[in-house]
C-alpha cells in the first residue's frame, strides 16, 4: 500500500476490521440486525477517514508559490501603472 493515500487505507483496514469483529460476534451467536451492521461499518470507515492525516502539502504550496512569485513581482508594476493610469 504505497501508493494509496492514508485516509484511502485507514478507510480500508478499518472497514475490514468491523467486519471480522461482526463475524465474531456473529460466531458467537451475538446477532446484530443487518441495518446496525451497515451503520457500524459506515460510523467506524467514516471516524477512521477522517482522523487519519493525510500528508502534508506543505511542500507543494511552497514550490507553487515559489514557482509564481517571480510572475507576481514582474507583473505588479505593469498592473499597478495601469490601474493608476499613468
Known amino acids: 500500500m504505497t501508493n494509496i493515500h492514508p485516509k484511502v487505507q485507514a478507510v480500508g483496514a478499518s472497514g475490514a476490521a468491523a467486519t471480522l469483529i461482526i463475524f465474531?460476534?456473529?460466531?458467537?451467536?451475538?446477532?446484530?440486525p443487518a441495518a446496525v451492521v451497515a451503520a457500524i461499518l459506515t460510523l467506524v470507515t467514516f471516524g477512521a477517514g477522517y482522523?487519519?492525516?493525510?500528508?502534508?502539502?506543505?511542500?507543494?504550496?511552497?514550490?507553487?508559490?515559489?514557482?509564481?512569485?517571480?510572475?507576481?513581482?514582474?507583473?505588479?508594476?505593469?498592473?499597478?501603472?495601469?490601474?493608476?493610469?499613468s
Open 24 to 32: 465474531i460476534l456473529a460466531a458467537f451467536g451475538i446477532t446484530i
Open 51 to 85: 482522523i487519519k492525516r493525510g500528508p502534508a502539502i506543505v511542500a507543494e504550496v511552497n514550490a507553487d508559490a515559489a514557482a509564481v512569485t517571480p510572475v507576481v513581482e514582474a507583473v505588479t508594476p505593469v498592473v499597478t501603472k495601469a490601474v493608476k493610469g
